[in-house]
T-cell receptor, first 116, second 108 residues
Framework: GAVVSQHPSRVICKSGTSVKIECRSL??????MFWYRQFPKKSLMLMAT?????????EQGVEKDKFLINHASLTLSTLTVTSAHPEDSSFYIC????????????FGEGSRLTVL | AQRVTQPEKLLSVFKGAPVELKCNYS??????LFWYVQYSRQRLQLLLR??SRESIKGFTADLNKGETSFHLKKPFAQEEDSAMYYC??????????FGTGTRLKVLA
């Protein structure tokens, strides 16, 4: 099956700094990737849809300037949390679909961000 | 409005008992529905999709358009079924809506 990889799996940063999380499709091209935030009670919230070569589409309530998404190639999307604060601490997950996956999404392993 | 509702945050059953995880959706178009599962310390993965009409690990789910439901069922729960289950609606080419998830605990 298709593989999606995220890096780093864990990151700790100081408040006010920026952190970049990468999402790669290892064995397929993904024109569209999705970024989620998973909360402590495991609720999964879609943050934005990342489109290769164009601007991301953000969900209502998600700050575009806070969570910068770049999808520079067909195999890489990045999420940058800018000026991170402790409330940004969370588990961030990306997913992608192939052109022939019958709608199935393939998920990354997630990235745990802790902002001190 | 496009919405997926999973009313139960936690469902505890004993091993060998039947399991039903509820999922209701709201969508004006023709729905495509999925169940995803997240085992402890693992990534989310597809469990089954309604168009395949398949049984995976003993789980089945039938799309009921009249009741706008896609409940996940298994006749005899096993301990290894303990996980977080998400119902998802594909509401467009690039739009997926997930429910809030149900944690299934299968007790020995």
């Amino acid at each position: 099956g298709a593989v999606v990889s995220q890096h780093p799996s864990r990151v700790i940063c100081k408040s006010g700094t920026s952190v970049k999380i990468e999402c790669r499709s290892l064995d397929f091209q993904a024109t569209t990737m999705f970024w989620y935030r998973q909360f402590p009670k495991k609720s999964l919230m879609l943050m934005a849809t990342s489109n290769e070569g164009s601007k991301a589409t953000y969900e209502q309530g998600v700050e575009k300037d806070k969570f910068l998404i770049n999808h520079a190639s067909l195999t890489l999307s990045t999420l940058t949390v800018t000026s991170a604060h402790p409330e940004d601490s969370s588990f961030y997950i990306c997913s992608a679909r192939t052109s022939s996956s019958l709608g199935e999404l393939f998920f990354g392993e997630g990235s745990r961000l802790t902002v001190l | 409005a496009q919405r997926v509702t999973q009313p139960e945050k936690l469902l505890s059953v004993f091993k060998g008992a039947p399991v039903e995880l509820k999922c209701n959706y709201s969508y004006s178009g023709s729905p495509e529905l999925f169940w995803y599962v997240q085992y402890s310390r693992q990534r989310l993965q597809l469990l089954l999709r309604h168009i395949s009409r398949e049984s995976i690990k003993g789980f089945t789910a039938d799309l009921n358009k009249g009741e706008t439901s896609f409940h996940l069922k298994k006749p005899f729960a096993q301990e290894e079924d303990s996980a977080m289950y998400y119902c998802a609606l594909k509401a467009g080419t690039y739009k997926y809506i997930f429910g809030t998830g149900t944690r299934l605990k299968v007790l020995a």
